[in-house]
């Protein structure tokens, strides 16, 4: 029970997201209606990406300091987990823009930031998969991705910022912001973060144990 | 560590100065850019819109750049790149290829801008401050992009990776320099522009202080 009690917390989340999300009370506001529960199963991809992007941020430094190929695993799951989060959240999005905009892409800042930030970690992926020496691959990818994180962060908080999206909230629309962001929505909103974070991390560590389990393999292959 | 760094400089200006076919290879790179952006547009002198004006600008300085600084960490050989590593420090080894890229970069935009002005027209209300915006772009490109040939370089540098790697981190710099330059051409008042150029500044410095942090890891693998 200690080792994965919070397994069954993220389970519990979920139904509790899946359920509430859907059936609460919603305000209903002008434009977003019942889209708003959206919510709940879009914002929180982004909210998931990010906190998972510091995780492994914070194995990659870690690798750089000790060269130890087991928090290069986790740094490497922890963003493949949140690469799959941000396309959720970028496929989700573009079905919400297209019943709410009436386009699936905009020109809007915040989509467009996305999808660079999503550009940034398949080149990753790119860069991992043309290097060869295992400890090289580790180390400079550790390099690449800490680098890219401190450009996409000014990316996603400061230049939606300079301009005006059409995002709920922003620019005069209606949204979840302190004045209409009522409290029934926050007691799933905050929960669906949670419990769509720890999925992510559940996941990730599965991830991590094949890549140990296929490389115990190879070990004994080589030794044989 | 500052006379390292001036020493360095030296000898990136003196290697670039003794095979001159790299810097004329990447002058003429930039003209001849033009040139066809010029030819395919069918655009005479000053009938170019000026949001189009401004973005074919960026886009070319951009590309140039990027091939530019490409070669940063491959054009010397192995051997000596194992002589600089005994004897200069990595923190300087990256300061000092920044500085002489963000000269480089800089020498590029304004042939550019010359270049432009001549085919296309140069619509440039406020130039003191479109020269400003050139600076600060060239330093943050040439920042960035000296980190990521650092690392391209590494995985056997060949050039889809450098723009694949490069152009994401690139693009927040460009698009702040694009809206400033904007308004340079425009002539709006400058009073506008200082968020702007303050925010340029400080991904400048974010992406500078990073490749400073992170560079000795590279160098010593």
Redesign the interface.
């Known amino acids: 029970m200690k080792a994965y009690w919070w397994k069954v917390l993220a389970i519990a989340l979920l139904a509790y997201t899946l359920t509430a999300g859907l059936l609460i009370d919603v305000p209903r506001l002008p434009i977003l209606n019942e889209t708003i529960r959206a919510l709940f199963f879009h914002v929180t991809m982004w909210f998931g990406m990010i906190l998972m992007l510091v995780v492994a941020v914070y194995y990659g430094i870690k690798h ?1 300091q000790t060269g130890d190929l087991a928090h290069d695993d986790m740094a490497v799951e922890f963003t493949n987990a949140a690469i799959l989060f941000g396309v959720v959240g970028i496929t989700t999005g573009m079905v919400w823009a297209k019943f709410t905009w009436g386009d699936y892409w905009t020109n809007d800042p915040k989509l467009n930031a996305s999808a ?2 999503l ?2 970690y ?2 990753y992926l ?2 991992r998969n ?2 060869t020496d295992v ?2 691959r580790a ?2 990818s ?3 991705s ?3 994180f ?2 996409f962060i ?2 996603i908080f ?2 939606p910022r ?1 301009t005006d999206s059409l995002h709920p909230g922003n620019g005069g629309n209606p949204g979840f912001n302190a004045y209409d962001m009522d409290s029934n929505l926050r007691k799933v909103f905050y929960p669906a973060i949670i419990g769509w974070t720890l999925l992510g991390a559940w996941i990730s560590t599965i991830r991590v144990r094949i890549r140990r389990l296929e490389r115990k393999m190879e070990d004994k292959l080589i030794n044989q | 560590m500052w006379k390292e760094i001036v020493i360095l400089v030296k000898k990136e200006a003196l290697l670039e100065w003794r095979q001159k076919y790299a810097i004329n290879g990447i002058l003429l790179y930039v003209i001849s850019a033009v040139f066809t952006a010029y030819l395919s547009m069918g655009a005479g002198s000053g009938s170019l819109q000026v949001p189009v004006w401004n973005a074919l600008y960026w886009i070319i300085i951009l590309f140039s750049s990027v091939n530019a600084v490409a070669k940063s960490f491959v054009q010397e050989h192995q051997a000596r790149q194992l002589y600089y590593y005994m004897i200069a420090s990595p923190e300087a080894i990256i300061l000092s290829k920044t500085i002489y890229n963000t000269l480089l970069t800089l020498v590029l935009a304004l042939l550019g801008y010359v270049v432009f002005g001549l085919v296309f027209g140069n619509p440039v209300a406020d130039k003191p401050l479109f020269m400003l915006n050139l600076l600060l772009g060239a330093m943050g490109f040439s920042a960035s992009l000296t980190m990521v040939s650092a690392i391209a370089s590494k995985a056997g540098n060949n050039g889809t990776l450098m723009a694949i790697l490069s152009f994401p981190v690139l693009i927040p710099i460009l698009l702040m320099a694009i809206q400033v330059s904007k308004n340079a051409i425009d002539g709006l008042d400058r009073e506008i522009n200082l968020e702007k150029i303050l925010t340029l500044l400080a991904i400048n410095a974010l992406v500078t202080a990073s490749a400073y942090i992170l560079f000795p890891y590279l160098w010593r693998s």
């Open positions: 750089l660079i930030g550009l940034m398949f080149a790119v860069l043309s290097l400890y090289q180390k400079i550790a390099v690449y800490i680098f890219a401190a450009a000014p990316l400061i230049l300079l």
